[in-house]
């Protein structure tokens, strides 16, 4: 087969530019990244061959091989694993085929030393390669196959890919060999020891031989033994560091580790990370955790969505269980008994840990929260077993300050007479802060969560109380403030600018005026400074979740609203004194009409009828010039 040209996508492309003019300084990662992706790939074949032992039957010890060649200038990383096929060299070193490739994009920056650690976040550390080398070239055979193939690259924004007649050119019967050509200035990588001390350094806790080849004999530079079978006390914080980013593809630190082995009914070995910068697919509708499962040390699948909730999907690192047997399905996974109570005891762990955290160091806690808090939350919804650990882990934002608050804070700074947690639910924390629903209860020192993230419109639903204290949105009807006391130093609230008779009479024009618009118009207490707000009926959904329902079509109609007029506004008063004039008939039902339509941007509601708005926006206008 002829030699075939092919573009890199765009976003290899940008990401080999970044890499090929990097001053990153820690280029010895090229190695690393490496040797970790010739040892996933014998860990895929090893799994294969339990059902498959032919694939494996010739070479049954799996290693990685190091050589170099001082004269040519080359550096080459070979393994026994699983190989590619012409499909699989395009597909995996063409193109980043996996999800949040658009938000990793988005997020370079431009700077070289930020954006190489965004790459190192992002998990394509083959590409590193380029860092070292002006050339490299991937010959690779598949297990079960006959065909070799070679790519070929200088990581100018295209590769090469042919058949190879030499049937030599990968040792043995399948594997991967990938040839860097290295850059003037690279000769350290081309002394035995610097690489040695590399290996040591980043690819001990590797669980096969990484093997350097001199003078014709290979020398083990690893322990070769999973890392997760050591005693912890003999695991330095390196080792765990390094670990967790062979095991995620991640470039950052871990902010916790969670080692421990589970022994009883049922036995396992968990060795778990919680990073510290969040995932770019954090947030993709896929909502797959990273936890690789291995069965006595044999990889398994990193594709077992019963073995970690989708709520705790930032946690990465693998299980080891004793009890599966070792030719285990992914069919077979599903619903099993074994990995349910792997599954709780994990949760509990974590859950257990991140309490810790959380009593220990609280800044450092709320750091986490920041980044990984909205997802958390989702288990409030889906997992009501763990919802009484899951609430004291809670952090929300609230009109008490700037900062997070738990709810136990929150109940201890409640009013007397208070009886209720409120909350507001809206896309911003800082934009809620300021809603005209809020005026009330501020005017009285009543403490009012901010919750922005879109889980929080469906777990406070779920959840209901805390503490006894029922959860009880600001935007519903049915809350009654008067039995609480005004704030400290607060002002007295004025007294209404017009008489009872004038404010009833105002209501039953804007009943009138829109009576196909909303459910009801009523005077408010909740407002001091704002004209007008609108409200969801007691018993209505709440207008944030019925927005959202709307616009992922589950919900054909919306419900009428309630539109409160605030009787202490001069606005209402002037409007209030207009009532019973025949001429000023028409300008009242206009003005209802822009007072609702107000109240609908403050909510973010779209207009139903913009040019109706307008007109009547201009109308009022020039009657207030006149």
């Known amino acids: 087969m002829a030699e075939e040209k092919l573009h890199f996508q765009a976003e290899v492309g940008r990401l080999l530019d970044i890499v090929a003019h990097s001053l990153y300084s820690d280029k010895d990662i090229f190695l690393r990244e490496l ?34 060649d001082r004269a040519a200038r080359t550096l080459t990383v070979s393994d ?63 297990a079960g196959e006959d065909g070799i193939w070679r790519w070929v690259s200088e990581g100018r924004g ?165 009890d599966l047997p070792l030719n285990v399905s992914r069919e077979m996974l599903q619903k099993n008994a074994v990995v349910a109570k792997i599954r709780q005891g994990l949760v509990t762990r974590i859950l257990g840990e991140l309490e810790k955290k959380a009593a220990k160091e609280p800044d450092s806690y ?24 899951l609430l004291k882990l809670t952090r929300l934002r609230s009109t008490h300050g700037e900062g997070w608050t738990a709810f136990a804070d929150y109940v201890g700074r409640m009013k007397p007479g208070q009886d209720s947690i409120y909350y507001i639910t809206g896309d911003d924390a800082k934009a809620l802060r300021k809603s005209p629903q809020l005026e009330g209860f501020a005017a009285k020192g009543v403490e009012v969560l901010l919750l922005s993230d879109p889980i929080d419109d469906f777990w406070v639903a779920a959840v209901g109380e ?27 609230p004025a007294e209404p600018v017009q008489p009872p008779a004038e404010l009833a009479g105002l209501v039953a024009v804007f009943r009138l005026a829109l009576k196909d618009e909303v459910k009801d118009v009523r005077a408010s207490e909740r407002l001091t400074e704002s004209a007008v707000c609108l409200v969801a009926d007691q018993g209505d959904l709440d207008m944030r979740i019925e927005r959202m329902l709307r616009q992922h079509r589950q919900l054909d109609q919306a419900a009428k609203r309630i539109l409160e007029i605030n009787p202490k506004h001069k606005l209402i008063g002037r409007l209030a004194k207009l009532v019973g004039k025949t001429e000023e008939a028409k300008a009242l039902d206009d003005l209802a009409h822009l007072l609702l339509d107000q109240a609908r941007i403050v909510e973010g509601e779209a207009l139903p009828d913009a040019a109706a708005f307008a007109r009547r926006l201009a109308g009022a206008l020039e009657r207030g010039l006149a």
Not at 196 to 225: C, F, Q, W
Not at 262 to 290: I, M, N, S
Not at 467 to 481: A, E, F, H, P, Y
């Open 35 to 68: 040797i970790s992706n010739a040892s996933d790939a014998c860990d895929r074949l090893r799994y294969l061959a339990l059902t498959r032992p032919e694939l494996a039957a010739d070479d049954p010890a799996y290693k990685v091989r190091i050589a170099v």
């Open 80 to 142: 026994n694993g699983i190989g590619m096929n012409h499909d699989e060299l395009i597909a995996n070193l063409g193109t980043i085929a996996r999800s949040g490739t658009a938000a990793f994009v988005n997020g370079l920056t431009g700077d070289s030393v930020k954006d190489m650690k965004l790459i190192g976040q992002f998990g394509v550390g083959f590409y590193s390669a380029f860092m070292v080398a002006d050339r490299v070239s991937v010959t690779s055979r598949k």
């Open 158 to 322: 295209e590769f090469a890919v042919a058949e190879v007649e030499d049937k030599d050119a990968v040792a043995g019967s399948r594997g991967t060999s990938i040839e860097l050509h290295l850059r003037e200035g690279e000769d350290e990588f081309l002394d035995a020891e610097r690489l040695a001390g590399i290996v040591r350094t980043y690819s001990d806790h590797i669980a096969l031989p990484v093997m350097l080849v001199e003078n014709g004999k290979d020398r083990t530079l690893n322990a070769a033994a999973a890392l997760w079978t050591r005693p912890r006390a003999e695991i330095t914080e390196q080792q765990y560091r390094e670990f967790y980013r062979h095991a995620g593809h991640l470039g950052d630190e871990p902010w916790l580790t969670v080692h421990f082995k589970a022994e009883g009914k049922v036995e396992y070995t968990a060795l778990l990370f919680v990073p510290t910068a969040k995932p770019f697919d954090l947030f993709h509708p896929e909502r797959r955790h990273r936890v690789k499962l291995y069965v006595r040390r044999v990889f398994i699948t990193d594709e077992c969505p019963d073995l970690v909730p989708s709520w705790l999907r930032f946690v990465k690192g693998i299980v080891d269980s004793e």
């Open 366 to 389: 709320l750091s986490f929260w920041d980044k990984f808090g909205a997802v958390l939350k989702e288990g409030l919804y889906e997992d009501p077993e763990r919802r009484e650990a």
């Open 466 to 492: 805390f503490d006894g204290k029922k959860l009880k949105s600001v935007t519903q009807g049915g809350i009654d403030l008067s039995k609480l006391a005004a704030a400290d130093g607060a002002d007295k």
